[in-house]
């Protein structure tokens, strides 16, 4: 006799089904996981590649390029496999991915650490494509999951799509003005990937059973986990702006080098405020002289930007009784200045924190002598700072016979340097052009230039003199300056492409 085996023992048990709420919850999950690694994508890669425009275009085009793919993907995979077996193992793989980027970008940042558009391309798609594939797989799987009724289909797919954009808005948002002002980038990364994949391990289990590829999981998580935090951090600080590093002067006890992101910012003497390390800042001093030595150096001096604030320093050792107010965007930056590079306010130096463009606004018509405009995002002076809007709140600001001098870094060929200068020539009665006589003769870049520009003659002879001393070279004068500008555009709120123009 043969036993019988009762028939309900031999039917395969039917896949579990996703419920209304649960699919809106992963795919609004999903989505939100995307636009964070995105917006995070920028902090990750600054150490290697900077911040500007065009870092984040290459981010924002790399993320898009992931959706695609992966959408289309993932449609066709639950169409030939089926869904339910496939959305826990993505979401499990996408978050593992995530995580992966932190590791992936700093073994390969620094290979090619030159920023051109390229190298930012590259890394980011090394980085990010994968995982932003990989999440964006899930959501099409989710549809093929609930649908039931193809009279339905429509509204479903809407709702869907509708709640999969709202993640994206959540996760844009929350990332961008809250948690990346107070968690570590790589913390970010890793919490939401890690998040991600725990999710995904139990859809896994609980949607196919399969307890064997849930370990797996949990063992890929565990070691991409424990990989990733194990990681040198190339900043030693984080703000909201910027990846922040002080290296100690190997050959200098008491010097100090500001890194941020992938820019050597500022260099301090914390025994010599005097001492001026790059040569930029030792033009900043030549076409400023005059004015420190005016009246007992009872000057006013309006700074835009602080970074180190290593020429405040300067200047306030050379003429003690001049006045300074300091426009700092990151409150990060003034706390580190004050905690580890000898920066000490007092009555004669202000703070003010914010947006140079909005702070500025503040400060009282013809209240300067000088303004120092030396503020950078990665190597691009922030673009709105070198409008002719915003030269015309430089000018308000400045006495008749003020003085503004600027810091720029531009490529070879000076697209940049010569735009800025035309626009100065529009509001400013004089202008010169201050660098290395190879800079400016555009056959070697990337390197600092100096713009100065008044109403007043300010003695280009003398200052010509001075700057040769030190090395460098003087464009000045109508003809000099007229052959220089040719063809430059003038810069405006409407047009002001200063990425294109350096050759990001």
Not at 297 to 309: K, S
Request: proline share 6%; with cysteine.
């Amino acid at each position: 006799m043969s036993s019988c085996v009762p028939p309900s023992t031999n039917r395969p048990e039917r896949p579990r089904r996703l419920s209304s709420k649960v699919a809106s919850l992963l795919t609004f999950a999903a989505a939100a996981g995307v636009l964070v690694l995105e917006i995070a994508a920028g902090r990750l890669l600054a150490p290697y590649v900077g911040i500007s425009l065009t870092t984040y275009t290459g981010i924002i085009g790399v993320i898009l390029a992931g959706i695609a793919v992966g959408a289309w993907l993932g449609g066709r995979a639950a169409d030939r496999v089926g869904p339910e077996p496939l959305i826990g193992p993505t979401l499990l793989a996408g978050g593992l991915a995530g995580m992966a980027s932190v590791p992936v970008v700093a073994a390969v940042g620094p290979v090619n650490p030159s920023g051109d558009l390229g190298s930012i391309v590259v890394l980011a798609t090394i980085g990010f494509f994968a995982p932003a594939a990989i999440l964006s797989a899930v959501a099409p799987m989710i549809v093929r999951a609930v649908i039931v009724d193809i009279r339905s289909s429509g509204a479903l797919v809407g709702r869907l799509s509708a709640v999969g954009t709202a993640g994206a808005i959540t996760g844009t948002f929350l990332t961008g003005f809250f948690l990346l002002g107070v968690v570590p980038t790589r913390l970010l990364i890793l919490a939401t990937g890690g998040l991600l994949a725990v999710v995904g391990l139990l859809l896994t289990w609980w949607l196919s059973g399969r307890r064997g590829s849930a370990a797996l999981g949990v063992a890929a998580l565990i070691a991409v986990g424990g990989l990733s935090a194990a990681l040198p951090n190339p900043c030693q600080r984080e703000s909201r702006y910027y990846c922040i590093a002080v290296i100690p002067d190997a050959t200098d006890p008491s010097g100090r080098l500001l890194v941020l992101d992938n820019l050597w910012h500022a260099y301090v003497d914390l025994d010599d405020p005097a001492h001026l390390e790059f040569g930029y800042l030792r033009w900043f001093a030549a076409a400023t002289a005059s004015l420190a030595a005016a009246e007992g150096g009872g000057f006013r001096a309006l700074h835009v930007g602080g970074g180190g604030f290593t020429f405040p320093r300067y200047l306030a050792s050379i003429a003690p009784a001049g006045r300074h107010v300091i426009l700092e965007l990151d409150p990060a930056i003034l706390a580190l200045a004050r905690e580890e590079l000898g920066f000490r306010p007092d009555e004669r130096m202000d703070v003010v924190l914010g947006d140079a463009r909005l702070t500025i606004a503040g400060q009282p018509d013809d209240a300067f002598d000088l303004v120092v405009g030396d503020a950078f995002g990665g190597l691009s002076v922030p673009w709105h700072l070198t409008t002719a809007e915003f030269l015309a709140e430089v000018d308000r600001v400045l006495r008749p016979d003020g003085r503004y001098v600027m810091n720029l870094i531009d490529q070879q060929g000076l697209r940049f340097v010569r735009a800025e200068a035309a626009t100065l020539r529009t509001r400013f009665e004089h202008v010169a052009v201050l660098g290395w006589a190879a800079v400016l003769a555009s056959s070697t870049g990337p390197a600092n230039v100096v713009l100065v520009a008044s109403h007043d003659d300010f003695a280009p002879s003398d200052l010509a003199e001075a700057i040769q001393s030190l090395g460098a070279a003087v464009i000045a004068g109508d003809p000099a300056l007229d052959t220089f500008v040719a063809g430059a555009s003038v810069l405006t709120d409407d047009f002001a492409p200063v990425d294109q123009l350096i050759g990001r």
